[in-house]
């Protein structure tokens, strides 16, 4: 019979630690020389036993994975790439503590990947009597090695740890010491390991149809932000200002905020925001949250940013974001489409698209029709799951009266709202009404999911009618509509 082939690749950390004196347990723990060394008392690892022929290959230099950068990320995919064709999956060694950094940063960089790429460590090494070594590493070696032993194949960098595989950039790390030191709070496990390995056939990515490609490129000019009550608004403005050369530059900045993306609304912080944002600084909205995802636009206290240019990071982890980011940057893209890219699912590294169309805003009043745009050409509307529409300074124009109503309405086709008596019957997808003042400005929010999915076409015209219930001109001075989709 022959043999899958899985490659090990190891990059360091505490499963693959010996002890410097053979049989002296109380010896320092050394990373070991070899996978001889490795398996030495370890006969489950053979490979007549264990049903796959391993391969081993270590990096150039055995890590604390403490230690990682994005130079050991770039020699970890060209290994793989190198080896590509010989071998039916891959596991990765690794240590605990950049490991889900590790696995995100894979999940982008290796381009139509078909076979699995597992990474897997342990919180105690593998020559020790009370290790979770052992099962972590045999499990994930049968894992790659697929419909050898009836699994089917998963075509995903992940991780596994204890009992659980996960895709590897929803992982975030949950303990510095129990076994189960992993978790994905917003994707389930890929598989289950208990008596039986049970994989969830349902969750598992199709094989790519493009060739595979192993791309290195990156750009590590990415900052972390967090902010929290009593923050500084300043201290951002001169991170960013003040990052020296250019190559210090900063580039992108992941800022977590609270819950659904709030952050604070007062005018100071507000300008640091966009001040950043003007400075082609990509900024990514992630939540500090460990479960749940960022819905700018939703609160007043989120408003303000998406106003400003922050674009959404929907519910990636913040090590993902990082990563993406790095990954996006390293492509030399310009801004608006690293911001654009920022919003989409490459690798199910996230569980929505977030489609962005700005519709303009007008200085002089207007009685019926706004200005038009076009609905992005790649977004599944079967898919849709929302559609929010937003009117920034919306203002009535005439004398001030009593509080009156003014009715949104959202257009299709806006060729046919001048010169169709019916665009009402026919084309209308929402109506909102605001009570208002002469005069004053507002915002309006407007949610036109239920029409939205029976009305809405890729490449389709849209545009936009405000009028008042007195008959009175409505102007505005910008109008976005985001569109939400579901990642297929």
């Known amino acids: 019979m022959v043999l899958r082939k899985v490659l090990i690749v190891n990059t360091g950390g505490t499963l693959c630690m010996?002890?410097?004196?053979?049989?002296?347990?109380?010896?320092?723990?050394?990373?070991?020389?070899?996978?001889?060394?490795?398996?030495?008392?370890?006969?489950?690892?053979?490979?007549?036993?264990?049903?796959?022929?391993?391969?081993?290959?270590?990096?150039?230099?055995?890590?604390?994975?403490?230690?990682?950068?994005?130079?050991?990320?770039?020699?970890?995919?060209?290994?793989?790439?190198?080896?590509?064709?010989?071998?039916?999956g891959f596991v990765v060694v690794h240590g605990t503590d950049t490991m889900c950094y590790t696995a995100s940063a894979l999940s982008f960089m290796l381009e139509n990947l078909g076979k699995p790429v597992i990474l897997t460590g342990s919180q105690r090494p593998l020559v020790e009597p009370r290790s979770d070594a052992a099962q972590n590493l045999v499990t994930s070696l049968q894992l790659a090695g697929g419909d050898t032993f009836g699994y089917p194949v998963i075509p995903e960098v992940c991780i596994f740890f204890r009992d659980y595989l996960l895709r590897g950039n929803r992982a975030r790390k949950l303990s510095a010491s129990g076994y189960s030191g992993f978790e994905s709070p917003n994707f389930p496990a890929l598989a289950t390991a208990g008596e039986h390995v049970v994989v969830d056939k349902k969750l598992i990515r199709a094989v790519p149809e493009g060739r595979f490609a192993a791309n290195t490129s990156l750009d590590s000019r990415v900052m972390v932000l967090e902010i929290f009550p009593g923050f500084k608004p300043g201290v951002l403005r001169r991170l960013v200002e003040e990052g020296g050369a250019e190559e210090d530059a900063v580039r992108g900045l992941i800022l977590k905020t609270y819950g659904t993306g709030n952050a604070p609304s007062n005018r100071a912080f507000l300008e640091a925001v966009g001040g950043v944002c003007e400075q082609g600084v990509v900024v990514v909205n992630?939540?500090?949250?460990?479960?749940?995802?960022?819905?700018?636009?939703?609160?007043?206290?989120?408003?303000?940013?998406l106003q400003r240019g922050v674009v959404s990071g929907v519910d990636m982890t913040p090590e993902a974001a990082v990563c993406k980011m790095m990954y996006l940057l390293g492509q030399g893209l310009p801004t608006e489409e690293v911001k654009r890219v920022m919003q989409m699912a490459l690798v199910g590294e996230q569980s929505m698209n977030i489609y962005s169309v700005a519709l303009g805003g007008l200085d002089d009043p207007l009685p019926l029709a706004g200005p038009g745009a076009v609905l992005p050409s790649e977004i599944r509307m079967d898919a849709l799951r929302s559609a929010i529409l937003r009117l920034r300074g919306v203002q009535s124009m005439g004398p001030v009266m009593a509080e009156s109503e003014v009715e949104l309405r959202l257009f299709l086709n806006s060729t046919e709202v001048a010169d169709s008596p019916d665009v009402e019957e026919t084309h209308c997808a929402a109506v909102v009404r605001r009570p208002t003042k002469g005069g004053e400005e507002f915002d309006v929010v407007c949610d036109v999911s239920a029409a939205s999915r029976r009305l809405l076409r890729p490449g389709q015209m849209i545009s936009v009618a405000v009028v008042s219930a007195e008959g009175r001109t409505v102007r505005w001075r910008s109008m976005h509509l985001t569109l939400y989709s579901d990642v297929s």
Request: hydrophobic residues 40%.
């Open 18 to 88: 010996v002890h410097a004196e053979r049989g002296n347990p109380l010896s320092p723990l050394v990373p070991a020389a070899s996978w001889e060394e490795i398996v030495a008392g370890h006969p489950i690892l053979a490979s007549e036993i264990l049903g796959i022929e391993v391969g081993y290959r270590a990096v150039s230099q055995l890590i604390d994975s403490s230690q990682m950068q994005q130079e050991h990320w770039q020699e970890i995919a060209r290994i793989i790439a190198a080896n590509y064709e010989d071998y039916s």
């Open 286 to 305: 992630v939540t500090q949250c460990p479960q749940g995802m960022v819905e700018l636009g939703l609160y007043e206290a989120s408003a303000g940013l």
